[in-house]
């Protein structure tokens, strides 16, 4: 999203995270900006009951956290390194001044945020009203449009327990929702992987 060279310019710093390692806590105040450089971050939450609930996966060039920010809130939900990953981090106040001396960069997050809320608007309508098959086919349709896979075939990048926690549904619902899927030609799964076609 914001070019390295920027970033370090003002003055961001690059930090390693090893797998499973959280970057922030739920309900911690928003004093950095983070931007992904290698590697995959997930933000999430739990509910009463432990069950996690994805609230986006984040590759490279890809931000996370904007909205806490921008909103002066504390994060809905906490960040963790899903495999070992380097990250931008920059400091709340040297962002604000890096979006006022670069409009581009503003207008990219304004689209960016967008995008999300639009994202999560579906999501909440699909998680409240529609059956298995229908949730998980919409995750995935919308993960081949974000990804921009122009190719007939789409390998999806999630394991059947994101996907589980990205549509509020059971990791066994989604195991055996899938299958019925790939039987009824919805999609293909080959090598354990999800393939759209």
Do not use: W
């Not at 060279?5 to 090893?18: I, N, P, Q, S």
């Not at 579906?122 to 998980?136: F, G």
């Amino acid at each position: 999203m914001i070019p390295e060279e920027t970033l370090l310019h003002y003055g961001g710093r690059c930090t390693v995270y090893g797998r499973g390692e959280l970057l922030f806590h739920q309900h911690k105040k928003a004093t950095y900006y983070f931007q992904v450089k290698s590697g995959e971050v997930k933000m999430a939450h739990y509910n009463a009951d432990g069950q996690e609930f994805i609230q986006g996966i984040f590759g490279p060039g890809q931000s996370f956290g904007e909205p806490a920010i921008f909103g002066g809130f504390t994060y809905p939900c906490g960040a963790e390194a899903t495999v070992e990953s380097e990250v931008y981090k920059l400091p709340v106040e040297s962002f604000f001044k890096l979006l006022e001396e670069n409009f581009e960069i503003h207008k990219n997050f304004n689209r960016e945020l967008s995008q999300r809320l639009r994202y999560k608007g579906m999501i909440l309508n699909e998680i409240s009203s529609y059956p298995p098959a229908h949730r998980i086919q919409t995750v995935l349709n919308y993960l081949r449009k974000r990804y921009g896979s122009e190719e007939e075939q789409f390998e999806v990048p999630l394991t059947r327990q994101q996907i589980a926690d990205m549509t509020g549904l059971r990791v066994e619902t989604v195991i055996k929702t899938i299958k019925k899927m790939a039987l009824d030609r919805t999609l293909k799964i080959e090598n354990r992987k999800v393939i759209l076609e």
